[in-house]
């Protein structure tokens, strides 16, 4: 299967579409009406396909804690909704200022999980599900 191919099966299943690289679609959240954002949930190409989910925590709101015990409230999320998913990698990213690349605004803390589906539809259930979850901890 084809990135447009895959593209267009999840678009009539009812996803929405933030982008499509060549490894994978990333599937697209509504916040408004005219505005969508990045899901941090993604279907892989490839047969069978894999579903990752991107877990977060921005740094700020953990005042004084060090990345091992963010790491450990993210950890939380996943443990409480990732059923059947394994952790594929963690990633510390830096978050710039969009007006000046040398200004760090935040750091980014991130757990993704990941899911081989048996089937197209068994993907399809798997973000469905995935896009019903927190992920992301912004407040405290």
């Known amino acids: 299967m084809t990135p ?5 099966s999840l678009v009539q299943a009812g996803f929405e579409v933030y982008r499509t ?33 991107r877990f977060r925590a921005e740094k700020h709101v953990f005042p004084g804690m060090d990345d091992a015990a963010v790491f450990a409230h993210i950890a939380e999320l996943t443990a409480a909704v990732a059923t059947g998913f394994s952790e594929a990698r963690r990633e510390v990213v830096p ?16 757990i993704y999980v990941v899911q081989t589906a048996p089937s197209f539809e068994a993907a399809c259930e798997l973000a469905r599900a995935a896009l019903a979850w927190e992920r992301a ?3 405290r």
């Open 4 to 8: 447009q191919e895959l593209k267009k």
């Open 21 to 53: 690289t060549p490894a994978g679609i990333v599937l697209a959240e509504r916040v408004r009406e005219n505005q969508i954002m990045d899901a941090g949930i993604r279907v892989s190409v490839e047969e069978p396909h894999e579903v990752q989910v």
């Open 95 to 110: 978050q710039m200022s969009p007006s000046d690349r040398e200004v760090q605004l935040d750091t980014f803390l991130e």
């Open 137 to 139: 901890i912004t407040s």
